[in-house]
């Protein structure tokens, strides 16, 4: 089902409210052990953010607005191109352009790289 901008905007405002709330909530979840074939670690965790990085990214910061929380879900979920890269893929466009890889970390939600040109 193709939908335009503005309408998924709108849907996507129910998700954003659900993980409003669960951050709302500010309770912390004991997992007590490794759940390996789900990908989850125990230990304490957010709801909000074990909810978000295990069943469906409804993005909360409480120093955001609704609205702002809401383009980020948006962005989320309406990309028109979308590509997941591996790290080693990353570390050797580096290589190929000269730079040099000050930081490369790696999240669940991607790849961050600091680098500087090679002298």
Same mark, same amino acid.
């Given at each position: 089902?193709n939908k ?9 405002m129910? $998700?954003t409210?659900?993980?409003?709330? $669960?951050g709302?909530? /500010?309770?912390t979840?004991?997992v007590e052990?490794?759940?390996p ?6 230990g ?8 978000y990085?295990n069943i469906c990214k409804?993005?909360?910061k409480?120093?955001?607005t $609704?609205?702002?929380? /809401?383009h980020?879900n948006?962005d989320?979920?309406?990309p ?7 790290p080693?893929?990353?570390?050797q466009?580096?290589?190929?352009a ?14 961050t790289?600091?680098a500087?040109?090679?002298?």
């Amino acid at each position: 089902m193709n939908k335009s901008d503005e309408e998924t905007w709108n849907e996507m405002m129910a $998700l954003t409210k659900l993980g409003q709330q $669960l951050g709302d909530m /500010n309770i912390t979840l004991n997992v007590e052990d490794d759940i390996p074939f789900l990908g989850i670690k125990k230990g304490s965790v957010d709801l909000q953010r074990f909810f978000y990085w295990n069943i469906c990214k409804c993005f909360y910061k409480s120093e955001y607005t $609704l609205e702002e929380m /809401n383009h980020i879900n948006f962005d989320w979920f309406r990309p028109a191109n979308c590509h997941r890269q591996t790290p080693e893929e990353v570390s050797q466009w580096c290589k190929e352009a000269g730079l040099e890889i000050e930081r490369l970390n790696v999240e669940d939600a991607g790849i961050t790289v600091i680098a500087k040109k090679e002298r």
